[in-house]
């Protein structure tokens, strides 16, 4: 159960609005870096929010790794995103894959500032970092 | 999106054994868990990983949330978990009502070790104080 689970929170993204606002295609692009990543996906989940008014409403998108889980949530108004790239090393050590994936979504949302925290997850006492 | 991010794993749980490989008994746990929190599921996933020999395998429970999701990973060779709670303040402060929902999942599977995390997210740069 060790692993890696990498957060980011990004402000002012500058990329194309849809991409936090079309559960559909972020969940594809999510899908297509998983892959270019070498990670697992074994299920997946996007949801849409409903618009309350005119401002644009955010997405969900979650796919579900071998290794454990990717989620992407967004607040167009804001032009936010938060993300989760968490990854076990069950058969191997899979903390570069994890950046590799969390680099792409970086790219994808292209923001003025992110915010990146990086916890050990699973990690006897001892020997944890995070937490001295 | 500035919302609080609780995380644990869990050791030598000592919860009847089915709680970390039984994916829909666990994810109806989880769905009645994030109801009594008062929280609001917008979609689930749950996940039944494939036994390799004579190991249990785990599962993961995802339910989406209004506020953001419920993650659940378990090892049941190790009697371990981890726990994701993450709520976004959207609409209100959901403190609370995610520090309900983790005690629950806490007391479900009653670790003998529980190393815990909590991350503020979405927060501006001068007043994080999880990062200073």
């Not at 990329?15 to 899908?31: H, K, M, Y």
């Not at 618009?51 to 108004?77: F, R």
Request: hydrophobic share 40%.
């Amino acid at each position: 159960m060790q692993g890696l689970h990498l957060t980011a929170d990004l402000y002012r993204c500058r990329c194309a609005p849809e991409w936090l606002t079309d559960a559909a295609g972020l969940g594809s692009r999510c899908r297509e870096a998983v892959a270019a990543a070498g990670l697992q996906p074994v299920g997946e989940l996007f949801h849409a929010f409903n618009p309350m008014g005119d401002a644009p409403a955010g997405v969900t998108a979650t796919i579900l790794l071998a290794e454990s889980h990717l989620c992407v949530h967004t607040w167009p108004e804001l032009g936010a995103v938060t993300l989760d790239v968490y990854v076990c090393n069950f058969g191997g050590d899979h903390s570069t894959k994890a950046r590799t994936l969390m680099q792409a979504l970086l790219a994808l949302f292209d923001p003025e500032e992110a915010r990146q925290h990086s916890l050990a997850r699973g990690t006897p006492v001892a020997t944890d970092t995070t937490n001295p």
